[in-house]
């Protein structure tokens, strides 16, 4: 298929700083006062359930629907002239099969201008919501993190649903640290602020609020 709809998802850039003589306070509890406040985020959890994030992807879908028909048209068209055409039973007439043959040009060449098209109107469009999107959460991560006293926070990002320790997705980790990121092994549970941004972000973004234009 020509046209895949751009999930609205952020790739994680993660470093760690970390002070080698610095005391570490014990697992699973808040540093004490002076000591260094690292946190992390879920950015995938934070886009599959931020409320604009929804609402643009249903203006993706929308946007989209004229073209994936079309394409769904143009598409059944070849392949009926295909068959129509490879069949040792045909009846054609030269003149048909030379209409078939036209028509499959035509069809192909029709695939690409729509191609062209979306990439054109709708294509740049989703380009220009996610880095909104991605500047919208970084400021919230940022402001919050400001406020809560953090000095660091660590993008990350897990899938929602399935086994986080299936085949797929620990060679997806495997290859992001082959790359040089930073995975989370281990964090203690308050140190995930994802919640926290999450629910800073939806408060201007109630279920079923139309964004404005």
């Not at 931020?50 to 059944?76: H, M, N, S």
């Not at 060679?171 to 140190?191: L, N, S």
């Not at 926290?196 to 279920?207: A, D, F, G, K, W």
Request: positive net charge.
């Amino acid at each position: 298929m020509i046209f895949v709809a751009l999930g609205l998802a952020a790739a994680t850039v993660a470093y760690f700083v970390g002070n080698t003589g610095a005391q570490q306070p014990p697992v699973g509890s808040v540093p004490s006062a002076g000591a260094t406040k690292v946190g992390v985020v879920n950015i995938g959890f934070i886009f599959s359930k931020y409320e604009k994030v929804k609402i643009f992807r249903a203006e993706f879908e929308k946007e989209l629907k004229p073209f994936r028909d079309e394409e769904e048209k143009l598409k059944k068209l070849i392949i009926d002239w295909q068959n129509a055409l490879s069949n040792p039973k045909s009846t054609l007439t030269p003149e048909q099969t030379e209409q078939g043959k036209r028509t499959i040009t035509d069809c192909k060449r029709r695939l690409e201008d729509l191609g062209a098209e979306y990439r054109k109107k709708v294509s740049k469009k989703t380009e220009e919501q996610l880095v909104q999107l991605y500047k919208e959460v970084n400021e919230k991560i940022k402001s919050h993190a400001v406020t809560q006293g953090y000095h660091m926070i660590l993008g990350y990002g897990e899938p929602m649903d399935g086994d986080l320790l299936s085949f797929v997705n620990v060679t997806r980790k495997m290859q992001a640290m082959d790359q040089g990121a930073v995975i989370p092994m281990y964090y203690a549970g308050w140190m995930d602020i994802s919640p926290s941004v999450l629910e800073i972000l939806n408060r201007p973004y109630p279920t079923g609020l139309v964004v404005p234009k």
